[in-house]
């Protein structure tokens, strides 16, 4: 079936359906960082409000697949490859209770090899797929694909910033080796980020020199070698607030940018949530900024969601610091922040965490039908061959105001027991 072309607002005439109601079954990509969660991407305006989220299909967590490890593929116009762990009853339960509706033909897997092989098998029946970073799997790599995956390779890249986005609004910043990036760290004592530049590489990865007496840090730094052959040594921003600006690329190739969130603030380089608010919104000046850039990867061919992660230093100067064009964290809450938490003049979106095998619905229902809490994504390891590890959700909650919010944030996590 052809991929068709849509105009907005309408919602997307799929052969069989309606494509006059927000409530047509619309797949929404959510929170998959390194892989590929729902069939029949839909166009990213036509998505905006809907409340079709097919979160079942989402088990990832700080941008790899929870249950293989392995940036996954599914096909464009086919059945939903997920998790066993994300699509289990009690997971599908919980999310049509927080109004969402959910996929219902699923190909679900319990391990990496079944979860490779459903991808397999689309690409050989012809079907057409749809990635977030380029599989490494040969025949995968040779498959129909929405975005070829030498592009989606490019703009994943760090260094893409330098391509799409004007000098004046980048960090200084130098690709090195290893043993550069030693040499620079050694005799630049100013604070700096080291992120990975390689061919192929989209670990999330990101080493601050002044914190290189934290463990974590140090062992990254003293195995630069094993990650990446080249290297980005970036100056570090001290930011006042770090937005995620979302964009969509229609088919036809226009761009549209849906808002902002602002990220909450990250003990590692690793996304932990966004708020969402009229308190802190991004300039127009940063917005046209990134605008241009995603006009530009239009032009290469890229279609589907994109991201920045941006921000404002504390003297006022705007910065671009990460690309991702993909289905960002913070995807799923700029789209949803009107239709599902529209009441509320503040959303939240966190990570929650329960015993594994605990049934969460019971103990979310009374924030859920209160309004205070959507949940986009329920995945329990227990479910798959990865044994009982904690189970994981993600949810955006609502209240009067930021602080309000992460009271709330805490009331939730407190009821899941932990």
């Known amino acids: 079936m052809a991929h068709p072309e849509f105009v907005p607002p309408r919602g997307p005439a799929w052969a069989g359906m309606s494509g006059d109601s927000m409530d047509a079954p619309i797949q929404v990509q959510v929170f998959a960082p ?61 999310l049509s209770r927080c109004g969402l509706k959910t996929p219902t033909d699923l190909r679900e897997f319990r391990s990496g090899a079944q979860a490779m092989q459903l991808a397999r098998e689309a690409a050989d029946r012809g079907e057409v797929l749809e990635f977030q970073f380029p599989p490494h799997d040969p025949q995968l790599r040779e498959a129909r694909a929405r975005v070829s995956p030498d592009l989606l390779a490019r703009l994943n890249n760090k260094t893409v910033l330098e391509t799409l986005i004007a000098p004046e609004y980048l960090p200084r910043r130098q690709v090195a080796t290893p043993a550069e990036v030693r040499r620079i760290v050694q005799q630049d004592r100013r604070p700096a980020v080291v992120k990975p530049a390689g061919v192929e590489v989209y670990s999330g990865i990101a080493i601050f020199t002044r914190r290189l007496q934290d463990r974590l840090n140090r062992s990254l730094f003293n195995q630069l070698e094993q990650v990446s052959d080249r290297w980005i040594v970036e100056e570090e921003v001290p930011f006042r607030t770090i937005w995620g600006l979302q964009f969509g690329v229609t088919e036809s190739g226009s761009v549209h940018y849906f808002g902002a969130s602002v990220h909450l603030p990250q003990p590692t380089s690793t996304w932990v949530g966004c708020v969402m608010d009229d308190d802190d919104q991004p300039p127009a000046e940063l917005v046209e900024a990134l605008t241009v850039g995603v006009r530009k990867a239009s032009a290469l061919g890229y279609r589907g969601y994109c991201a920045f992660d941006a921000g404002i230093s504390r003297d006022g100067q705007l910065r671009v610091i990460d690309p991702n064009f993909r289905v960002s964290g913070a995807t799923a809450s700029v789209l949803h922040r009107s239709s599902l938490l529209g009441q509320h003049p503040c959303a939240m979106t966190t990570f929650f965490s329960l015993a594994p095998g605990v049934d969460a619905e019971p103990i979310l229902a009374p924030f859920i039908d209160r309004g205070q809490l959507v949940v986009f994504m329920h995945h329990d390891p227990a479910e798959t061959d990865n044994g009982p590890q904690p189970a994981t959700i993600v949810g955006m909650v609502g209240a009067s105001d930021r602080y309000a919010c992460g009271v709330l944030v805490a009331q939730i996590q407190r009821a899941l027991g932990s």
């Open 34 to 94: 390194d892989g590929v969660l729902l069939a029949r991407p839909p166009d990213p305006v036509a998505t905006a409000g809907s409340r079709y989220l097919a979160g079942a299909g989402s088990a990832l967590y700080n941008g790899l697949d929870m249950i293989t490890g392995l940036h996954l593929t599914l096909p464009q116009q086919a059945a939903v490859i997920c998790s066993s762990g994300s699509s289990a009853e009690k997971s599908l339960r919980l």
